[in-house]
T-cell receptor, first 114, second 111 residues
Framework: DVKVTQSSRYLVKRTGEKVFLECVQD?????MFWYRQDPGLGLRLIYF???????EKGDIPEGYSVSREKKERFSLILESASTNQTSMYLC?????????????FGPGTRLTVL | DAKTTQPPSMDCAEGRAANLPCNHS???????VYWYRQIHSQGPQYIIH???NNETNEMASLIITEDRKSSTLILPHATLRDTAVYYC????????????FGAGTRLTVKP
């Protein structure tokens, strides 16, 4: 089974703090993704990476950065957390299967910024 | 633009088959149909996907109509643990920025 783990299930931070969200996958997947999920807005892509040290902006990268130093680990960084970044953060990784790829998600981190 | 249409909610009796419909009338020839589910406060779980043939795995079956404009996810023997929001997604193969979850169908399995 594919295993995608995230460092925390719940996190509470204060406005202005630097926040690190870690994601690790154990299936040697090339692609990794960070999403946020908010009620009524669905899933929105923040950043993704298709190789070590490579990153691509998604739909809403502002206020976030990412780091991928090793293939299995993809970190999301909130440089200065703000209350509008309170959300559920989901990490995913993807395996190419023939002509398509399937994304597998972690359990999510519910971040609250006070 | 919503690429898929699903009923907002459905009920199913425990032990019976749950049939979840999805309309995707504007699907393109290179788009796959994917199904995920999300149990409350957890990450989405991959269920199954297909291009044009029916597919079956240990979790479910996917029936795609011949014109590919609609599909049905079948959970053959629903259990209480299958209560979740089910998402039908159409996406182009190997394009990374295209996981568009709509509102989904909230399936409630009742004893």
């Amino acid at each position: 089974d594919v295993k995608v783990t995230q460092s925390s299930r719940y996190l509470v931070k204060r406005t202005g703090e630097k926040v690190f969200l870690e994601c690790v996958q154990d299936m040697d997947h090339e692609n990794m993704f960070w999403y946020r999920q908010d009620p009524g807005l669905g899933l929105r892509l923040i950043y993704f990476s298709y190789d070590v040290k490579m990153k691509e902006k998604g739909d809403i990268p502002e206020g976030y950065s990412v780091s991928r130093e090793k293939k299995e680990r993809f970190s999301l960084i909130l440089e200065s957390a703000s209350t509008n970044q309170t959300s559920m953060y989901l990490c995913a990784s993807s395996l190419k299967q023939g002509t398509t790829d399937t994304q597998y998600f972690g359990p999510g981190t519910r971040l609250t910024v006070l | 633009d919503a690429k898929t249409t699903q009923p907002p909610s459905m009920d199913c009796a425990e032990g019976r088959a749950a049939n979840l419909p999805c309309n995707h009338s504007t699907i393109s020839g290179n788009e796959y149909v994917y199904w995920y589910r999300q149990i409350h406060s957890q990450g989405p779980q991959y269920i199954i996907h297909g291009l044009k043939n029916n597919e079956t795995n240990e979790m479910a079956s996917l029936i795609i109509t011949e014109d590919r404009k609609s599909s049905t996810l079948i959970l053959p023997h629903a259990t209480l643990r299958d209560t979740a929001v089910y998402y039908c997604i159409v996406r182009v193969a190997l394009v990374n920025n295209d996981m568009r979850f709509g509102a989904g169908t909230r399936l409630t399995v009742k004893p």
